[in-house]
């Protein structure tokens, strides 16, 4: 793939629109918001989960995937987190009463577990296909973070859900081969105190952290935002020009290029 695929873009999910779900290889996504209704047959071809956080729309097809690949796989779904993320998945939702803990039931006929939690550490690359994913810190939950997503040289920097967080602009800043920043955009700027809230970002926000970058050429892709306000905050993003050098507000089935 020359390409990342965005599956799922949406703050909420509603009939036409999916939460957030990246595919950056043939077998790997960032999050699981997204993947059943997206990949058809298909779907059996992912092998490789890394989430940003465990807000259920970022998990919620996880537990769904897992009951499929139960009968159908020979070896483990990969789901990777940090530690906080994947406590959360074993004692919330695979708890043998919210789902069955399919980290414990082997797939039919195999040795193997349904799915394999592997923690992972930022700062830190892992090489999947051939791509390679580093998780940075962000301002969102106790567990949260983004990924740095390289490939041949190019680098495309995913927040996911974030506040305020300086670590986003040093990176930029650090590597000017990251040619397009996707970032979250959630509530209108008259929403500012439930963006602190909850840890996400509002037009205004965002155009104050933009400036905390050096660098003004990387493109700005906006996404997550609540379908409710979303005209509001294209609007506001549009004033405020805050969608540079060829970004935009994405919608799912959007790719961005590696190469630029
Ligand atoms: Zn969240
Ligand atoms: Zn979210």
Redesign the pocket.
Known sequence: MDYIEFLGTG?TRTPTQG??CVKVSPHCVIDAGNLINTFGDDVFTIEHIFLTHS?L??IIDIPFLADLFVTQKAISLKIYGLKSTLDDLRQFIFNQRVWPNFEEISLIGHAEKTIELIEIEVEKPYYIDDVTLTAFKTNHTEGSCGYCIEKEGSGILFTA?TYRCDRIWELLDANPHIHSLVIETSFPSSFEKLAYDSKHLTPALLEDELSHAKRRDFSVYVM?LKTLFAPQIIQELETLQLLRNGGRVLIDGDKIDFKV
Request: hydrophobic fraction near 0%.
């Open positions: 703050g939460t957030t807000h729309d970022h859900d997550h």
